[in-house]
């Protein structure tokens, strides 16, 4: 009787996975695509054409080019080139530590054959690197855009450690494909739609973004690097906070002022040390570029200026 029992659970749990949690097939690649190789990242970016200084937007953690698209959507006549950073979406490879990413988008613009230094525009962790990127190039970018960035001195939580370390278990060349045949699936569709709502609220969650984050970023490779991008990022913040004061690049910081994820005061903390930087909250959480695009396009167009 028990052994029936535990096969029904066993099949009705498989039957679960590969109906309401089943992920979507692999997406086609973007129109517009473009690779390029970089300080050994294999970039792959979608660009828009337009007068210069051309905009480089880079995502969060997770995250793809397409987190930009309603951004680039209002940028109509200026370049912009959204990228998939190391690891997630269509860029090949697997996680690259927070500085050598850095380095690795530095090389990137110079690949680019750009007539401008450009503007430097990232959302969440990708806000975080844009402060990174003016501090370690100086000179190497017209202004920077950081949109909620992810610069919370206690933003990394052991709870979130330990998830990390699950996620990265999980996705073991032995592991994984029995996971994602048993139960994987609809484990991930489950745990993803809580924290979909969270990074949106109080906004409606937008369906664009829910499709794109479990057709790539609920997949095997984009995991591997969620976890080891997580495990990683420990002092990074402190290390930032230290040159707050001597960055000088002129910036233009932009704040969900109902962020569940990144909250308000140390990012600005942040602008009131950053001798040229203005600071600028938006209603929202923090999806900003999502669900405020005009606005984040308005910063662009004043730190193109």
Do not use: C
Request: aromatic share 8%; proline share 7%.
């Amino acid at each position: 009787m028990k052994r029936k029992l535990l096969f029904s659970i066993l099949v009705g749990i498989i039957l679960l996975n590969w109906t309401w949690g089943r992920l979507p097939a692999d997406p086609p690649l973007p129109a517009g695509s473009k690779f390029t190789q970089a300080a050994g990242v294999n970039f792959h970016y979608v660009e828009t054409p337009g007068k210069e200084p051309a905009v480089v937007m880079i995502h969060g953690h997770p995250g793809t080019y397409l987190d930009w698209n309603y951004v680039q959507k209002q940028l109509v006549g200026q370049r912009t080139i959204a990228i998939d950073r190391p690891g997630y979406g269509f860029s090949s490879g697997e996680y690259v530590d927070f500085d050598d990413q850095v380095t690795a988008i530095h090389a990137l613009t110079k690949k680019l054959n750009l007539k401008q230094k450009p503007v430097i525009a990232g959302h969440s962790y990708g806000g975080t690197l844009a402060v990174a990127y003016a501090q370690k190039y100086p000179r190497g970018a017209r202004a920077i855009v950081p949109v909620d960035p992810g610069v919370d001195p206690n933003g990394e939580s052991e709870f979130n450690k330990i998830q990390a370390q699950l996620v990265k278990a999980l996705q073991l060349p032995v592991v994984q494909p029995i996971v994602n045949a048993t139960f994987g699936q609809a484990m991930l569709t489950a745990t993803s739609g809580p924290q979909v709502k969270k990074a949106f609220d109080p906004d409606a969650t937008i369906e664009q973004y829910e499709e794109q984050l479990k057709a790539v970023n609920l997949k095997s490779s984009d995991l591997k690097t969620f976890a080891d991008e997580e495990l990683d990022f420990g002092g990074v913040v402190d290390s930032l906070a230290a040159k707050y004061s001597s960055t000088t690049t002129p910036a233009w910081v932009i704040q969900g002022v109902d962020d569940k994820l990144v909250p308000a005061a140390p990012v600005a903390a942040m602008a009131r040390q950053m001798p040229n930087a203005k600071y600028i909250q938006l209603s929202g959480g923090h999806m900003q570029t999502w669900v405020n695009p005009g606005d984040v396009a308005n910063a662009i167009r004043s730190a193109s200026r």
